[in-house]
Protein backbone atom coordinates (compact mmCIF):
# COMPACT_ATOMS: atom_id res chain seq x y z
CA UNK A 1 0.00 0.00 0.00
CA UNK A 2 1.08 3.64 -0.65
CA UNK A 3 1.90 6.14 1.99
CA UNK A 4 -1.70 8.14 1.09
CA UNK A 5 -3.69 4.79 1.05
CA UNK A 6 -2.59 3.92 4.65
CA UNK A 7 -2.94 7.39 5.73
CA UNK A 8 -7.01 6.97 4.14
CA UNK A 9 -6.90 3.74 5.85
CA UNK A 10 -6.15 5.28 9.33
CA UNK A 11 -9.07 8.22 8.33
CA UNK A 12 -11.68 6.05 8.11
CA UNK A 13 -10.79 3.76 10.80
CA UNK A 14 -10.81 6.92 13.44
CA UNK A 15 -14.46 7.42 11.89
CA UNK A 16 -15.09 3.92 12.94
CA UNK A 17 -13.53 4.39 16.77
CA UNK A 18 -16.18 7.38 16.63
CA UNK A 19 -18.78 5.20 16.28
CA UNK A 20 -17.42 2.63 18.62
CA UNK A 21 -16.91 4.92 21.31
CA UNK A 22 -20.35 6.00 21.26
CA UNK A 23 -21.62 1.76 21.49
CA UNK A 24 -19.30 1.47 24.18
CA UNK A 25 -20.69 4.87 26.24
CA UNK A 26 -24.58 3.16 25.69
CA UNK A 27 -23.10 -0.14 27.48
CA UNK A 28 -22.62 -1.66 24.13
CA UNK A 29 -19.59 -4.04 23.31
CA UNK A 30 -17.71 -0.95 21.32
CA UNK A 31 -17.22 -1.66 17.84
CA UNK A 32 -17.93 0.62 15.37
CA UNK A 33 -17.89 0.74 11.50
CA UNK A 34 -18.14 2.75 8.53
CA UNK A 35 -19.02 2.33 5.05
CA UNK A 36 -17.11 4.13 2.50
CA UNK A 37 -17.51 4.68 -0.80
CA UNK A 38 -14.95 6.91 -3.29
CA UNK A 39 -13.85 9.79 -0.39
CA UNK A 40 -17.46 9.50 0.87
CA UNK A 41 -19.05 7.81 4.10
CA UNK A 42 -22.21 6.67 2.82
CA UNK A 43 -23.14 4.73 6.34
CA UNK A 44 -22.36 4.64 9.91
CA UNK A 45 -23.15 1.73 12.40
CA UNK A 46 -22.22 0.53 15.99
CA UNK A 47 -23.10 -2.67 18.46
CA UNK A 48 -26.49 -2.32 19.77
CA UNK A 49 -27.36 -5.65 20.11
CA UNK A 50 -28.39 -5.49 24.06
CA UNK A 51 -30.81 -2.09 23.11
CA UNK A 52 -32.03 -3.64 20.52
CA UNK A 53 -32.64 -7.29 21.86
CA UNK A 54 -31.21 -7.95 18.60
CA UNK A 55 -28.11 -10.53 18.16
CA UNK A 56 -28.04 -9.46 14.38
CA UNK A 57 -27.09 -5.81 15.70
CA UNK A 58 -23.36 -6.09 14.88
CA UNK A 59 -22.08 -2.39 13.93
CA UNK A 60 -21.20 -4.31 10.43
CA UNK A 61 -24.49 -5.34 9.95
CA UNK A 62 -25.88 -2.05 10.75
CA UNK A 63 -23.26 -0.28 8.44
CA UNK A 64 -23.99 -2.87 5.61
CA UNK A 65 -27.90 -1.96 5.86
CA UNK A 66 -27.55 1.55 6.34
CA UNK A 67 -25.11 1.49 3.26
CA UNK A 68 -27.82 -0.55 0.77
CA UNK A 69 -30.72 1.54 1.70
CA UNK A 70 -28.64 4.60 0.69
CA UNK A 71 -27.41 3.24 -2.66
CA UNK A 72 -30.80 1.45 -3.04
CA UNK A 73 -28.90 -1.88 -3.82
CA UNK A 74 -28.08 -4.92 -1.88
CA UNK A 75 -24.53 -5.06 -3.71
CA UNK A 76 -21.94 -2.88 -2.79
CA UNK A 77 -19.93 -2.29 -5.72
CA UNK A 78 -17.24 0.14 -4.97
CA UNK A 79 -17.32 0.33 -1.05
CA UNK A 80 -14.90 -0.29 1.58
CA UNK A 81 -16.08 -1.09 5.15
CA UNK A 82 -13.62 -0.05 8.05
CA UNK A 83 -14.61 -1.76 11.48
CA UNK A 84 -12.37 -1.64 15.09
CA UNK A 85 -13.03 -5.47 15.25
CA UNK A 86 -12.01 -8.49 12.72
CA UNK A 87 -15.49 -9.41 12.20
CA UNK A 88 -17.71 -12.59 13.39
CA UNK A 89 -18.84 -15.60 10.76
CA UNK A 90 -22.08 -13.88 10.55
CA UNK A 91 -20.81 -10.32 9.82
CA UNK A 92 -17.99 -11.78 7.18
CA UNK A 93 -20.77 -13.93 5.65
CA UNK A 94 -23.01 -10.51 5.18
CA UNK A 95 -19.82 -8.94 3.66
CA UNK A 96 -18.84 -11.23 0.82
CA UNK A 97 -23.32 -11.66 0.35
CA UNK A 98 -23.06 -7.81 -0.57
CA UNK A 99 -20.05 -8.16 -2.81
CA UNK A 100 -18.43 -6.43 -0.68
CA UNK A 101 -15.12 -5.61 -2.98
CA UNK A 102 -12.61 -4.83 0.62
CA UNK A 103 -12.81 -4.95 4.61
CA UNK A 104 -10.13 -3.63 6.56
CA UNK A 105 -10.18 -4.14 10.31
CA UNK A 106 -8.62 -2.91 13.65
CA UNK A 107 -8.17 -5.10 16.27
CA UNK A 108 -7.73 -9.11 15.77
CA UNK A 109 -10.62 -11.16 17.59
CA UNK A 110 -8.75 -14.62 19.09
CA UNK A 111 -11.99 -16.19 20.15
CA UNK A 112 -14.37 -15.53 17.16
CA UNK A 113 -12.73 -13.85 14.64
CA UNK A 114 -13.38 -15.29 10.65
CA UNK A 115 -10.77 -13.14 8.60
CA UNK A 116 -8.62 -15.30 9.57
CA UNK A 117 -8.00 -15.67 13.57
CA UNK A 118 -10.31 -18.68 14.25
CA UNK A 119 -11.31 -19.07 10.10
CA UNK A 120 -10.53 -17.01 7.11
CA UNK A 121 -14.01 -16.88 5.30
CA UNK A 122 -12.86 -14.38 3.39
CA UNK A 123 -9.91 -17.18 1.65
CA UNK A 124 -11.88 -19.82 1.22
CA UNK A 125 -11.73 -21.04 -2.07
CA UNK A 126 -15.15 -22.61 -2.50
CA UNK A 127 -17.58 -19.18 -2.10
CA UNK A 128 -17.96 -17.41 -5.33
CA UNK A 129 -16.62 -14.02 -4.11
CA UNK A 130 -13.70 -13.04 -2.29
CA UNK A 131 -13.50 -9.56 -0.27
CA UNK A 132 -9.88 -8.49 -0.04
CA UNK A 133 -9.12 -7.79 3.94
CA UNK A 134 -7.01 -5.62 4.93
CA UNK A 135 -5.64 -6.05 9.10
CA UNK A 136 -4.35 -4.47 12.05
CA UNK A 137 -4.97 -1.31 11.12
CA UNK A 138 -5.24 0.66 13.96
CA UNK A 139 -4.71 -2.28 15.93
CA UNK A 140 -3.72 -0.87 18.85
CA UNK A 141 -5.98 1.95 19.77
CA UNK A 142 -9.01 -0.20 18.28
CA UNK A 143 -7.88 -3.19 20.72
CA UNK A 144 -7.06 -0.62 24.04
CA UNK A 145 -10.93 0.86 23.87
CA UNK A 146 -11.95 -2.72 23.66
CA UNK A 147 -9.62 -4.02 27.08
CA UNK A 148 -10.66 -0.81 28.72
CA UNK A 149 -14.29 -1.12 28.33
CA UNK A 150 -14.02 -5.24 29.66
CA UNK A 151 -11.33 -4.06 32.16
CA UNK A 152 -14.25 -1.38 33.40
CA UNK A 153 -16.86 -4.01 33.10
CA UNK A 154 -15.06 -6.63 35.35
CA UNK A 155 -14.78 -4.47 38.19
CA UNK A 156 -17.99 -3.60 38.20
CA UNK A 157 -19.23 -6.99 38.76
CA UNK A 158 -16.53 -7.02 41.08
CA UNK A 159 -17.74 -4.07 42.84
CA UNK A 160 -21.36 -5.88 42.95
CA UNK A 161 -20.52 -8.71 43.87
CA UNK A 162 -18.57 -7.58 47.35
CA UNK A 163 -21.92 -5.16 47.67
CA UNK A 164 -24.15 -8.95 47.58
CA UNK A 165 -21.20 -10.33 50.07
CA UNK A 166 -19.77 -7.69 51.67
CA UNK A 167 -16.03 -9.53 53.48
CA UNK A 168 -16.13 -9.99 56.90
CA UNK A 169 -13.40 -7.77 58.92
CA UNK A 170 -11.92 -11.54 60.14
CA UNK A 171 -11.96 -13.01 57.10
CA UNK A 172 -9.67 -12.81 53.12
CA UNK A 173 -11.02 -13.22 50.24
CA UNK A 174 -8.41 -14.39 47.05
CA UNK A 175 -8.80 -11.48 44.23
CA UNK A 176 -11.27 -12.90 41.07
CA UNK A 177 -8.00 -12.14 38.80
CA UNK A 178 -6.17 -14.92 41.11
CA UNK A 179 -8.98 -17.66 39.21
CA UNK A 180 -8.49 -16.27 35.76
CA UNK A 181 -7.67 -18.90 32.86
CA UNK A 182 -7.35 -22.25 35.08
CA UNK A 183 -6.52 -24.75 32.54
CA UNK A 184 -9.65 -27.25 32.54
CA UNK A 185 -11.44 -25.64 35.09
CA UNK A 186 -14.18 -22.96 32.75
CA UNK A 187 -17.24 -22.69 34.83
CA UNK A 188 -19.48 -19.94 36.16
CA UNK A 189 -18.78 -19.33 40.07
CA UNK A 190 -21.77 -19.57 41.99
CA UNK A 191 -22.01 -17.75 45.98
CA UNK A 192 -23.94 -17.58 48.73
CA UNK A 193 -23.09 -15.97 52.23
CA UNK A 194 -26.80 -15.79 54.03
CA UNK A 195 -27.06 -19.57 55.67
CA UNK A 196 -27.09 -18.85 59.38
CA UNK A 197 -24.00 -20.81 59.95
CA UNK A 198 -22.05 -18.47 57.92
CA UNK A 199 -22.53 -15.47 59.34
CA UNK A 200 -21.64 -13.66 56.26
CA UNK A 201 -18.80 -15.42 54.88
CA UNK A 202 -18.89 -16.08 51.67
CA UNK A 203 -19.25 -19.72 50.40
CA UNK A 204 -18.49 -20.52 46.49
CA UNK A 205 -19.75 -23.36 44.70
CA UNK A 206 -20.28 -24.95 40.94
CA UNK A 207 -23.69 -25.89 40.32
CA UNK A 208 -24.22 -27.69 36.62
CA UNK A 209 -26.87 -29.19 34.79
CA UNK A 210 -30.55 -28.97 34.98
CA UNK A 211 -32.05 -28.47 38.64
CA UNK A 212 -34.50 -30.92 38.01
CA UNK A 213 -32.14 -33.51 37.06
CA UNK A 214 -32.90 -37.10 37.77
CA UNK A 215 -29.53 -37.62 39.75
CA UNK A 216 -27.44 -35.00 41.72
CA UNK A 217 -23.59 -35.45 42.74
CA UNK A 218 -22.31 -33.47 45.36
CA UNK A 219 -18.36 -33.56 45.18
CA UNK A 220 -16.50 -32.94 48.51
CA UNK A 221 -12.67 -31.66 47.98
CA UNK A 222 -10.07 -32.72 50.45
CA UNK A 223 -7.10 -31.39 51.90
CA UNK A 224 -5.10 -28.97 50.32
CA UNK A 225 -7.38 -28.48 47.37
CA UNK A 226 -10.42 -27.30 46.29
CA UNK A 227 -13.31 -27.83 43.76
CA UNK A 228 -10.36 -27.76 41.25
CA UNK A 229 -9.82 -30.77 41.95
CA UNK A 230 -13.11 -32.49 40.23
CA UNK A 231 -12.17 -30.43 36.72
CA UNK A 232 -11.99 -34.24 35.17
CA UNK A 233 -15.19 -35.45 36.68
CA UNK A 234 -17.85 -32.58 36.54
CA UNK A 235 -17.77 -32.76 32.76
CA UNK A 236 -18.24 -36.66 32.72
CA UNK A 237 -21.34 -36.52 35.30
CA UNK A 238 -22.60 -33.18 33.54
CA UNK A 239 -22.28 -35.30 29.98
CA UNK A 240 -25.07 -37.87 31.58
CA UNK A 241 -27.14 -35.11 32.33
CA UNK A 242 -27.33 -34.85 35.76
CA UNK A 243 -26.90 -32.12 38.22
CA UNK A 244 -23.58 -31.29 39.27
CA UNK A 245 -22.71 -29.26 42.82
CA UNK A 246 -19.14 -28.58 43.53
CA UNK A 247 -18.37 -26.50 46.52
CA UNK A 248 -15.05 -25.10 47.89
CA UNK A 249 -15.33 -25.44 51.78
CA UNK A 250 -14.85 -22.46 53.48
CA UNK A 251 -11.01 -21.19 53.41
CA UNK A 252 -10.38 -22.90 50.02
CA UNK A 253 -10.60 -21.96 46.61
CA UNK A 254 -13.01 -18.81 45.58
CA UNK A 255 -14.20 -19.03 49.07
CA UNK A 256 -13.64 -16.75 52.22
CA UNK A 257 -10.77 -17.67 54.47
CA UNK A 258 -11.35 -16.83 57.77
CA UNK A 259 -8.09 -15.41 59.60
CA UNK A 260 -7.73 -17.65 62.31
CA UNK A 261 -7.05 -20.96 62.37
CA UNK A 262 -9.67 -21.34 65.41
CA UNK A 263 -12.41 -20.72 63.22
CA UNK A 264 -12.05 -23.91 61.36
CA UNK A 265 -13.87 -26.79 63.68
CA UNK A 266 -15.11 -29.46 62.18
CA UNK A 267 -19.03 -29.26 63.35
CA UNK A 268 -18.69 -25.64 61.71
CA UNK A 269 -17.87 -27.05 58.53
CA UNK A 270 -20.39 -29.97 58.28
CA UNK A 271 -23.26 -27.40 59.62
CA UNK A 272 -22.44 -24.92 56.61
CA UNK A 273 -22.26 -27.91 54.29
CA UNK A 274 -26.19 -29.15 55.97
CA UNK A 275 -27.15 -25.78 54.89
CA UNK A 276 -26.18 -25.58 51.86
CA UNK A 277 -27.34 -28.57 50.56
CA UNK A 278 -30.78 -27.81 51.97
CA UNK A 279 -30.89 -24.55 50.58
CA UNK A 280 -30.00 -26.56 47.40
CA UNK A 281 -32.49 -28.71 47.72
CA UNK A 282 -30.16 -31.12 46.53
CA UNK A 283 -32.08 -34.44 46.05
CA UNK A 284 -31.12 -38.18 44.56
CA UNK A 285 -27.67 -37.22 44.95
CA UNK A 286 -24.65 -39.72 45.16
CA UNK A 287 -22.17 -38.30 47.50
CA UNK A 288 -18.48 -38.01 46.18
CA UNK A 289 -15.63 -37.68 48.72
CA UNK A 290 -11.87 -37.86 48.56
CA UNK A 291 -9.77 -37.13 51.45
CA UNK A 292 -10.53 -34.91 54.08
CA UNK A 293 -13.77 -34.43 52.68
CA UNK A 294 -14.71 -37.94 53.56
CA UNK A 295 -14.02 -37.45 56.89
CA UNK A 296 -16.55 -34.72 56.73
CA UNK A 297 -18.88 -35.73 54.22
CA UNK A 298 -19.51 -39.36 55.90
CA UNK A 299 -21.24 -37.84 58.20
CA UNK A 300 -23.74 -35.78 55.93
CA UNK A 301 -26.60 -38.61 55.18
CA UNK A 302 -27.05 -38.90 58.81
CA UNK A 303 -28.37 -35.85 59.29
CA UNK A 304 -30.28 -35.45 56.08
CA UNK A 305 -32.14 -38.65 55.37
CA UNK A 306 -34.13 -38.98 51.66
CA UNK A 307 -31.66 -36.88 50.07
CA UNK A 308 -28.82 -39.43 49.10
CA UNK A 309 -28.91 -42.41 46.89
CA UNK A 310 -25.39 -43.16 46.82
CA UNK A 311 -21.50 -43.15 47.80
CA UNK A 312 -18.98 -42.76 45.53
CA UNK A 313 -15.88 -42.32 48.56
CA UNK A 314 -11.80 -42.07 47.27
CA UNK A 315 -8.98 -42.68 49.25
CA UNK A 316 -10.84 -41.56 52.69
CA UNK A 317 -11.69 -42.87 56.06
CA UNK A 318 -14.60 -42.81 58.35
CA UNK A 319 -13.70 -40.94 60.96
CA UNK A 320 -14.31 -42.31 64.34
CA UNK A 321 -15.44 -45.50 63.12
CA UNK A 322 -12.04 -47.52 62.50
CA UNK A 323 -10.27 -49.18 64.73
CA UNK A 324 -7.11 -48.45 64.33
CA UNK A 325 -7.31 -45.36 62.32
CA UNK A 326 -5.11 -45.88 59.35
CA UNK A 327 -1.44 -46.21 60.61
CA UNK A 328 -0.01 -43.35 58.65
CA UNK A 329 -2.85 -41.02 58.94
CA UNK A 330 -1.65 -38.74 61.34
CA UNK A 331 1.66 -38.96 59.84
CA UNK A 332 -0.13 -37.19 56.90
CA UNK A 333 -1.94 -35.48 58.74
CA UNK A 334 0.75 -32.83 60.13
CA UNK A 335 2.25 -33.24 56.47
CA UNK A 336 -0.49 -31.63 54.77
CA UNK A 337 -0.47 -29.31 57.90
CA UNK A 338 3.06 -28.21 57.21
CA UNK A 339 1.81 -27.58 53.33
CA UNK A 340 -0.26 -24.67 54.76
CA UNK A 341 3.17 -23.23 56.52
CA UNK A 342 5.66 -23.60 53.49
CA UNK A 343 6.14 -21.63 50.78
CA UNK A 344 5.17 -24.06 48.07
CA UNK A 345 1.94 -24.57 49.44
CA UNK A 346 -0.85 -26.79 48.10
CA UNK A 347 0.33 -27.03 44.76
CA UNK A 348 3.66 -28.09 45.22
CA UNK A 349 2.17 -30.83 48.04
CA UNK A 350 -0.52 -32.10 44.78
CA UNK A 351 2.39 -32.46 42.48
CA UNK A 352 4.58 -34.83 44.63
CA UNK A 353 1.59 -37.43 44.02
CA UNK A 354 0.83 -36.39 40.66
CA UNK A 355 4.33 -36.82 38.08
CA UNK A 356 1.77 -35.67 35.60
CA UNK A 357 0.66 -32.18 37.01
CA UNK A 358 1.42 -29.25 34.82
CA UNK A 359 3.16 -26.46 35.51
CA UNK A 360 -0.13 -23.82 34.95
CA UNK A 361 -2.28 -27.10 36.73
CA UNK A 362 0.19 -26.51 39.70
CA UNK A 363 0.09 -23.00 40.23
CA UNK A 364 -3.96 -23.61 39.98
CA UNK A 365 -3.81 -25.50 43.29
CA UNK A 366 -1.82 -22.54 44.43
CA UNK A 367 -4.28 -19.78 43.52
CA UNK A 368 -6.76 -19.73 45.60
CA UNK A 369 -3.52 -19.11 49.13
CA UNK A 370 -1.38 -15.93 47.83
CA UNK A 371 0.32 -16.28 50.77
CA UNK A 372 0.33 -17.93 53.96
CA UNK A 373 -1.89 -15.47 55.46
CA UNK A 374 -5.00 -16.98 52.89
CA UNK A 375 -4.08 -20.52 54.26
CA UNK A 376 -5.39 -20.98 58.20
CA UNK A 377 -7.72 -23.94 57.16
CA UNK A 378 -5.01 -26.15 55.14
CA UNK A 379 -3.19 -25.41 58.77
CA UNK A 380 -5.77 -26.19 60.79
CA UNK A 381 -8.21 -28.98 59.62
CA UNK A 382 -5.42 -31.54 58.84
CA UNK A 383 -5.30 -31.90 62.94
CA UNK A 384 -8.61 -30.77 63.58
CA UNK A 385 -8.94 -34.28 66.63
CA UNK A 386 -10.66 -36.13 63.39
CA UNK A 387 -8.01 -39.54 64.21
CA UNK A 388 -8.48 -39.25 67.67
CA UNK A 389 -11.50 -40.11 69.66
CA UNK A 390 -11.23 -37.19 72.11
CA UNK A 391 -14.06 -36.95 73.29
CA UNK A 392 -15.24 -33.73 71.33
CA UNK A 393 -18.98 -32.78 69.53
CA UNK A 394 -16.99 -33.53 66.52
CA UNK A 395 -15.87 -37.22 67.73
CA UNK A 396 -19.42 -37.65 69.03
CA UNK A 397 -20.73 -36.69 65.11
CA UNK A 398 -18.05 -39.05 63.70
CA UNK A 399 -19.69 -42.18 66.01
CA UNK A 400 -22.48 -41.37 64.90
CA UNK A 401 -21.86 -41.95 61.72
CA UNK A 402 -19.83 -44.70 61.87
CA UNK A 403 -22.84 -46.29 63.37
CA UNK A 404 -25.32 -45.23 60.35
CA UNK A 405 -23.43 -46.33 57.79
CA UNK A 406 -23.11 -49.92 59.44
CA UNK A 407 -26.55 -49.90 60.24
CA UNK A 408 -28.70 -48.04 58.54
CA UNK A 409 -26.96 -46.89 55.18
CA UNK A 410 -29.62 -48.35 52.25
CA UNK A 411 -27.99 -46.98 48.96
CA UNK A 412 -25.22 -47.89 46.88
CA UNK A 413 -21.67 -47.67 47.17
CA UNK A 414 -18.82 -47.70 44.92
CA UNK A 415 -15.57 -47.45 47.02
CA UNK A 416 -11.91 -46.51 44.66
CA UNK A 417 -8.38 -47.11 46.16
CA UNK A 418 -5.93 -44.97 44.38
CA UNK A 419 -2.39 -46.05 45.00
CA UNK A 420 0.14 -45.93 45.70
CA UNK A 421 -0.97 -44.16 48.79
CA UNK A 422 0.84 -44.81 52.74
CA UNK A 423 -1.89 -42.70 54.56
CA UNK A 424 -5.47 -43.74 52.64
CA UNK A 425 -4.60 -46.21 50.06
CA UNK A 426 -5.87 -49.98 49.83
CA UNK A 427 -5.42 -50.49 53.23
CA UNK A 428 -7.71 -47.68 54.12
CA UNK A 429 -10.76 -48.30 51.85
CA UNK A 430 -10.62 -51.62 52.40
CA UNK A 431 -11.32 -50.69 56.32
CA UNK A 432 -14.42 -48.67 55.01
CA UNK A 433 -15.21 -50.94 52.63
CA UNK A 434 -15.73 -53.25 56.42
CA UNK A 435 -17.51 -50.20 58.14
CA UNK A 436 -20.06 -49.74 54.94
CA UNK A 437 -23.11 -51.74 55.03
CA UNK A 438 -23.23 -53.38 51.84
CA UNK A 439 -20.46 -51.88 49.96
CA UNK A 440 -18.70 -53.74 47.38
CA UNK A 441 -14.93 -54.28 47.75
CA UNK A 442 -12.87 -51.04 46.56
CA UNK A 443 -11.78 -51.05 43.11
CA UNK A 444 -7.92 -50.43 43.04
CA UNK A 445 -6.64 -47.34 40.56
CA UNK A 446 -2.93 -48.30 40.04
CA UNK A 447 -0.86 -45.26 39.61
CA UNK A 448 -3.35 -42.65 40.41
CA UNK A 449 -1.84 -41.84 44.06
CA UNK A 450 -3.38 -40.23 46.91
CA UNK A 451 -5.47 -37.67 44.66
CA UNK A 452 -7.39 -39.86 42.56
CA UNK A 453 -9.85 -37.33 41.26
CA UNK A 454 -7.03 -36.16 39.13
CA UNK A 455 -7.53 -39.62 37.48
CA UNK A 456 -10.85 -39.00 37.12
CA UNK A 457 -12.89 -39.13 34.17
CA UNK A 458 -12.58 -42.89 33.92
CA UNK A 459 -13.78 -43.26 37.49
CA UNK A 460 -16.98 -40.58 36.92
CA UNK A 461 -17.57 -42.81 33.53
CA UNK A 462 -17.69 -45.69 35.92
CA UNK A 463 -19.92 -44.68 38.36
CA UNK A 464 -22.36 -42.64 35.64
CA UNK A 465 -22.94 -46.45 34.91
CA UNK A 466 -22.92 -47.39 37.88
CA UNK A 467 -25.24 -45.75 39.89
CA UNK A 468 -27.48 -45.74 36.30
CA UNK A 469 -31.62 -45.29 37.67
Not at 231 to 252: K, S
Amino acid sequence: MTAAAEDDDARWMRLALAQARAAGEAGEVPVGAVVVRGDEVIATGRNAPIAGHDPTAHAEIAALRAAAAHLGNYRLDGCTLYVTLEPCAMCSGAMLHARLPRVVYGAADAKTGAAGSVVDLFAEPRLNHHTQVQRGVLAEECGALLSDFFRQRRGQRRAQALAAHPLRDDALRTPDAAFADLPGYPWAPHYVSDLPTLGGLRLHFLDEGPRDAARTWLCLHGLPTGSYLYRHMLPVFAAAGDRVVVPDLIGFGRSDKPKKEAAHRFEWHRQVLIECIQRLDLRHTVLVVHGWGGALGLTLPMALPGRFDGLLAMNTWLAGGQAPQPARLAAWQADCARAGRSQGGAGRWVAQACAHLSAQEQAAYDAPFPDVGFRAALRALPLAGLSALDGSEGDAIARDAAAFWQNEWAGRSLLVAGTPDAALGLEAMQALHAAVRGSPPPVALAGAGHFVPEQGAEIAARAVEYFRL
